[in-house]
């Protein structure tokens, strides 16, 4: 056994249930229905029952296309976020969620009034421009030490294991995530992703880690800006982030991005140490 496997063994694992695609365990003591199958609508929402209920998991979120909703909201879902034409630029996608105890389903209400005076502010940038000691690009193979070493800076805990230079080198050869990086003279200060879905044409711009001392440059809206471009270059349709509720700054970013806002995840995942609600913003490219 690898150290890549040892570390996704420790966290939650992307398994098949039927025709179905799941990512579930304890870490984020949830299960995600990553991928649905309209071969399983007849009983889809019995078998994450019947996991959830075997494991003792307090949420289960399915993101389903829009002729799916009916068959979760029959079973007690209910509609937290959506992002329209995210499959191939056409159909729509719905995040269903479940909750399964009274202390996931409960609403983080300072945060949500953060969010509200933000939702309310204009969008601006106020014409800052990167400064000149600063390089954006994506990142390649050689980068994959420095990478992970910010990420262990950065975030206490994350879903999946890019504190490992290993795994972060696997998702760059298999072709799911295309990582960037901004440079100081050389040193690398901050990282971004997108992890792409080619079939379908859509991305999550995701992974956003700048170290602490580097934040107030705004380098992250920069590195938005040009992981659009290149995503823009590849023909993709439609692109979404899945955003801390706690992290204001970030929300900022993408809102000033252009991002339209569509729904909150309630507690939701675990990052930096904690189970936290999460944002849904979505922008067409």
Do not use: C
């Amino acid at each position: 056994m690898n150290d890549i496997t040892e570390e996704k063994n420790k966290m939650d694992r992307i398994e098949k249930i039927g025709h179905s695609v799941v990512h579930h365990g304890k870490f984020n003591n949830r299960i995600f229905l990553l991928k649905y199958s309209d071969k399983d609508r007849q009983n889809i929402t019995q078998l994450l029952n019947s996991l959830a209920a075997t494991n003792g998991y307090t949420k289960i979120i399915a993101k389903v296309p829009a002729a799916a909703q009916p068959v979760f909201l029959i079973d007690g879902y209910r509609q937290e976020a959506f992002i329209p034409a995210f499959y191939k630029g056409e159909e729509d996608v719905f995040f269903m969620s479940k909750f399964l105890s009274d202390e996931r389903d409960a609403t983080p209400e300072a945060s949500l009034s953060t969010l509200i005076d933000l939702l309310a502010a204009d969008a601006s940038i106020n014409g800052v421009a990167l400064n000149k000691q600063f390089t954006l690009d994506m990142a390649t193979m050689e980068d994959a030490a420095e990478m992970s070493e910010i990420f262990k800076q950065v975030f206490a805990t994350y879903p999946f294991p890019v504190t490992n230079p290993e795994y972060i080198k696997e998702t760059m050869n298999d072709g799911s995530v295309i990582y960037f990086g901004v440079w100081d003279k050389g040193k690398l200060v901050g990282i971004s992703s997108a992890e792409v879905d080619p079939k379908n044409k859509n991305a999550e711009m995701t992974d956003f880690a700048v170290l602490p001392e580097y934040r107030g440059h705004k380098l992250a809206y920069f590195l938005l800006e040009k992981m659009e471009a290149k995503l823009q270059e590849l023909n993709y349709k439609t692109a979404y982030t899945i955003a801390r509720l706690n992290s204001p700054g970030m929300n900022k970013t993408f809102i000033n991005h252009g991002y339209h806002f569509s729904g909150v995840l309630k507690n939701n995942t675990n990052i930096s140490g904690q189970i936290e609600s999460m944002n849904v913003y979505y922008k067409t490219l």
